[in-house]
């Protein structure tokens, strides 16, 4: 199976090492980051001849080292730094277009908006993709100083989806999670003290050093 070998990014043109790296399987790490981004902010968009999807990354300016931290793991694929774009004052990278990433597409997209995918019982069980998601759309609840509960801000997705992704909380860990509204949309809620404590264990040593903010 060919490998990816890490390199300094550089601006390339469309050339034979960038049809080498489509043939390069993405790593188990490398796709569990993907999942969780997906399930988070990033997006996919499809490249000029509409054949492949590129997976593409945008952070706040507080969130630089968290940009770069993906932008390492997943650079055997991306060919350029994150960009800082001073209209929004933000960073993004974005990944060569790839099969894998078009795979992705047909799980994480109906009729071009993006739904929660049919495998996500088998993704709610990997710590990794847990914690890109809670750094994605996590936060802290804090009444007075004291951690209350954790949000995970799924205003993306429908009411329905919603039900779905706090079905599977219980189900797979015995976690209380409700649907929320939020500004007319709908996120997760997790405030029962036993329901959070087995949530933030689930992935909080994942987290990198910038974002255990976000753990309060």
């Not at 994150?82 to 799980?107: D, G």
């Not at 993709?129 to 997705?157: C, E, P």
Request: proline content about 4%.
């Amino acid at each position: 199976m060919a490998t990816a070998t890490p390199r300094e990014s550089r601006r390339i043109t469309y050339s034979s090492e960038i049809r080498q790296l489509k043939t390069v399987s993405f790593t188990e790490q490398q796709r569990l980051i993907v999942i969780g981004s997906l399930l988070g902010d990033a997006c996919l968009h499809p490249n000029w001849s509409k054949t492949n999807y590129t997976l593409k990354i945008t952070r706040s300016e507080k969130q630089k080292e968290y940009v770069d931290w993906q932008f390492e793991h997943l650079k055997p694929f991306v060919l350029t730094p994150p960009r800082w774009y001073e209209p929004t004052r933000s960073y993004t990278t974005r990944t060569i277009s790839h099969p894998y990433l078009t795979s992705l597409y047909k799980e994480f997209y109906k009729n071009g908006k993006k739904v929660i995918p049919s495998k996500i019982r088998e993704y709610l069980q990997e710590s990794m993709i847990l914690a890109v998601w809670f750094m994605d759309d996590g936060n802290a609840k804090l009444r007075k100083g004291v951690i209350g509960g954790y949000n995970l801000n799924t205003q993306s997705f429908t009411e329905e989806e919603n039900k779905l992704i706090a079905r599977e909380f219980t189900d797979l860990y015995g976690i209380r999670a409700r649907v929320e509204k939020n500004n007319g949309y709908h996120r997760i809620g997790i405030y029962a003290e036993e329901s959070r404590n087995i949530f933030r264990g689930l992935f909080d040593w994942q987290i990198i050093p910038s974002m255990q903010y976000k753990l309060g």
